[in-house]
């Protein structure tokens, strides 16, 4: 591939290619990558910045890991991809098996998508037709809390925020869904049933056409990086039991460590019938996701009408995705990832505290690997961005939030240059 100037490329970006929620032409900040290494992110324009970000969740262990790279390397020298319908493959299998093992005990079954809202859509579909093949046909409706976010496909986007979301602009194209109030009491607060009223109430009126509840547990990533108590996801759970009523927890976000255990449903002690991982699953080398379920779901399949389930990507289980995900998951087993992430914690904990004395700032909340700073009002993005950048840190702030969620690797002092740029910037 020959390398265009960075003028060209530029002009180039902003005439023909979307960027996510941004406008087109693109009248935002956009910065060119050239490569990326470890924690560093390199820009064509020659600066080198600390990434605040881990690429959206996704890339824990750094940029240009060796291992993972050997990991495709030899997978590309055998096949980077075969069809999965009738045929398999080692690394399927093989990261299937893993997904099992560490994940809760009664989840046994793993079906591969290529992002996480494909993996969104086919929990909500696995329980339709779940209920479908149990003569219960009319249990097709979700229920869901306030500032989630599941994706950008149609069913994942009617479980979303119905505010951040824009609902109304997709009114016609959008099934409604049940939402219940956003949890309100933090993650170490005391419990109080009140938390869980709104959710019990739709369940009792609604349950009859339900099929499942879904929400991110204890963390709410892109729909608000809200923290709250795990007690709140026990109680659903024992209330979608009550109710029959199915729970998909959608861990796409938090799996793999991110909020100091390996799946944030660790804390509440839970386990959903549905489970949704992605994200940081190929340690950000590419898109892969899967939903799990348990033998209990997958075991009604083989009476129901169609006898199989009704969806199977063109690209799923992709041999290459695969392989590097299971390499990732070794390279996740072979420290003390649980320390690490400790470590990072107590860090955000120390240095983003003083940022409540900064009269923009409303709240700081951190969990695990992931340290939030909530604003009284929107930033703006045009000039908070390049801020960050001549800080020598990435950042991508959205809203009224101002958040970093570092790769595992990060140093000290590399995490300290995040925070310090973020309560600089924002005094
Ligand atoms: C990012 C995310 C998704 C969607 O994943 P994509 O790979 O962007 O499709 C779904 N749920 C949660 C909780 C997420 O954070």
New binding site residues.
Partial sequence: MDRLPTDQLMALDRRHVWHPYAPMPNTGPVFAVRSAQGVHLELETGERLVDGMSS??TCIHGYNHPRLNRAAQEQMGRMSHVMFGGLTHQPAVQLAHRLVQITPEPLQQVFFCD??????EVAMKLAIQYWHNRGEPQKQHFLTIRN??????FA?MAVCDPVNGMHHLFRNSLVEQYFADAPQIPFEGVWDEKDIASFETILQCHHREIAAAIF?PVV???GGMRVYSPQYVRRARELCDQYGVLLIL?????GFGRTGKLFACEYADVTPDIL?V??ALTGGFM?L?ATLTTEHISETFAQGEAGVFMHGPTFMGNPLACAVALENLNLLESYDWAARIQAIETQLKQELTPCRDLPAVKDVRVLGAIGVVELHEPVDMAVVQPQFVQHGVWLRPFGRLVYTMPPYIIEPGQLRQITQAIHTILS
Avoid: L, N
């Fill in positions: 959206w969740w992002s996480g809202s494909v993996a969104v989630g976010y599941h994706g950008d496909t994942a991110e709410q990533g892109a959608d861990e796409i976000a938090t949704c992605g994200k898109s996701a």
